[in-house]
């Protein structure tokens, strides 16, 4: 019934710059937190930026702050991330998600995933 579809990630060299969105439908968008999380090969999935629901209260990742923003357009249904300054190691697939209630950076409290889009950063 919920569904979240990213876009947006692609292959990107190193200092370069990404916009990722994503799509809700399904759910109470303006009533809800949303994630953006990543997950690189032999990882686990961690937070990357958190936004409460009126796009008030933000958490970043202590290695995106500075270089990424989270917003959200509570009219059109959508949250982006826009990545500046991109690294190697920003190399992942990425995951937008959503909580009804609560603002937390743990993937683990987020009950409802898109299917995440690709970004990979070349040296």
């Keep these: 019934q919920v569904q979240l579809v990213e876009s947006g990630g692609r292959l990107v060299q190193a200092g370069g710059s ?3 969105s ?6 109470t ?3 809800s937190v949303m994630g953006w999380f990543r997950q690189a ?3 686990e999935r961690e937070v990357v930026a958190v936004q409460d629901s009126n796009g008030a209260k933000t958490y970043y990742a202590d290695f ?3 270089r990424f ?3 959200r357009d509570n009219a059109k249904n959508t949250v982006f991330l826009q990545m500046n300054s ?3 190691e920003d190399t992942a697939v990425y995951y937008c998600a959503a909580n009804a209630f609560i603002f937390d950076n743990d993937p683990r409290k987020f009950p ?4 995440g889009t690709q970004v990979t950063v070349s040296s």
């Design 112 to 115: 409802y995933w898109g299917q």
């Design 29 to 31: 968008f303006s009533g």
């Design 86 to 88: 991109l690294k190697p």
């Design 64 to 66: 995106v702050k500075g």
């Design 18 to 20: 990404l916009r990722l």
């Design 69 to 71: 923003t989270i917003s």
């Design 22 to 27: 994503c799509a809700a439908s399904g759910l």
């Design 41 to 43: 090969p032999g990882k």
